[in-house]
């Protein structure tokens, strides 16, 4: 089904004053100058690299201007340096879908469950866009835990480490804040591609409602789909292993496979070999 879009004036423009603060204006080609108070670009100065009228931009980042065109648009992400996530989510929020989208639900097709059975040896999970998760082999299992099928959101990674602080134990306290933001990221983009359908709404609002720390997060307004990063995470009987994470997007788009997979040549294929052997136990000594 898809989903109608409409321009959300207010996301838009908070997204759009944050992404101007956030530039430094030699990276525009700019000079600070010594009585610049305005932090990263003033609104004049993005108007310009846009060509468009001081006036019209001043609306937009006041939520009180009509509806861009593509066009627009277009020049305003190139002024505004965005990257393709935040290009995408600066046309969504305007009310124009860009060219993907499509919305599978929770049915995993068979071919991708197939796909994760034969990884035996590399732990595999496959996510919603959302992050819940929809299914999961062995080794994630052994090396992630299992989720909860019972509570409204116990599948949800991104509620589980907002809201279950004992999930965080097994990552290295000073990467906490970073990988709570790219939770945060991942799913401001999902919620932009749906169009703020009712289900993205509903976990959003919960977040807010049960996490100061998350609400932090999101007025950061952040966003980057996630397509592959490293991590570290602490087993309790195989010890601290450094993995990939390495991302593979269905046709639709709103589910995708993580692979967690050791760097060539590293200790960690040794650690990951032993996971397979170890599984579920835990040796207390």
């Known amino acids: 089904m898809i989903v109608a879009m409409s321009m ?13 603060e956030r530039l430094v204006p030699a990276e525009v080609g700019l000079t600070a100058g010594p009585r610049r108070r305005t932090p990263g670009l003033r609104r004049e100065e993005v108007a310009q690299l846009a060509g468009m009228s001081a006036d019209y931009y001043v609306r937009l980042e006041q939520a009180r201007s009509p509806q861009p065109s593509t066009q627009m648009l ?9 990257g393709d996530d935040e290009r995408d989510h600066l046309y969504l929020l305007s009310g124009h879908r860009p060219p993907a989208g499509r919305l599978a639900g929770e049915h995993v097709r068979p071919g991708l469950l197939y796909l994760l059975d034969r990884l035996a040896e590399t732990p595999a999970q496959i996510l919603s866009d959302l992050g819940d998760v929809l299914a999961q082999n062995a080794m994630a299992r052994s090396l992630l835990g299992g989720v909860c099928t019972v509570s409204e959101y116990g599948r949800n990674v991104v509620w589980r480490w907002f809201t279950d602080l004992d999930q965080r134990h097994a990552y290295p306290e000073e990467e906490h804040e970073h990988l709570g933001r790219v939770h945060v990221a991942d799913l401001r983009a999902a919620v932009a591609r749906r169009g703020n359908d009712a289900a993205s709404a509903r ?5 807010h409602e049960a996490s100061p720390e998350f609400t932090r997060l999101w007025e950061l307004h952040e966003v980057g789909v996630r397509r592959h990063s490293r991590m570290r995470v602490r087993h309790e009987s195989v010890g601290l292993l450094e ?21 060539p040549g590293s200790p960690d294929l040794d650690r990951l070999a032993l996971l397979r ?9």
């Open 203 to 207: 976990l959003v609002s919960r977040l």
């Open 8 to 20: 959300d004036r207010r996301e838009l423009a908070d997204f759009l004053r944050r992404s101007r």
């Open 277 to 285: 052997v170890v599984g579920d136990e835990v040796f207390t000594g």
């Open 243 to 263: 993995l990939d994470c390495e991302v593979l997007f269905a046709p639709e788009e709103d589910q995708r496979i993580i692979m967690f997979t050791a760097p």
């Open 74 to 82: 277009a020049a305003l992400a190139r002024a505004l340096r965005l």
